[in-house]
Nanobody, 120 residues
């Protein structure tokens, strides 16, 4: 029904920046929330940042002041500007969307996941 396609991960040195993006497509009536989660081996997936319709934004404390989430409602895309990256930011990052679909109902969808590795 809905697909989320991510781009922009990879390898970066500590202190560097990345700006991945995620595009949603498919049977979308409207999107309530878009955002990013991340996961490292052996740990639960954690919220990084989300942005709701109406621009309500939420960040995990560890990225406040370094990451900035933005959204283009017309294009159904979400970006996450990541500055001052640290080794502890190394993880697989997943795009997330809470979508009201054309056929009815609201569902959660996930992107395929993108590895981000921060080297010292």
């Amino acid at each position: 029904q809905v697909q989320l396609v991510e781009s922009g991960g990879g390898l970066v040195q500590a202190g560097g920046s990345l700006r991945p993006s995620c595009a949603a497509s498919g049977s979308i009536l409207n999107i309530n929330v878009m955002g990013w989660y991340r996961q490292v081996p052996g740990k639960q997936r954690e919220l990084v940042a989300t942005i709701r319709t109406g621009e309500s934004i939420n960040y995990v404390d560890s990225v406040k002041g370094r990451f900035t989430i933005s959204r283009d409602n017309a294009k159904n895309t979400v970006n996450l500007q990541r500055n001052s990256l640290k080794r502890e930011d190394t993880a697989v990052y997943y795009c997330y969307a809470e979508v009201r679909v054309i056929t009815g109902g609201t569902f959660r969808f996930w992107g395929q996941g993108t590895q981000v590795t921060v080297s010292s």
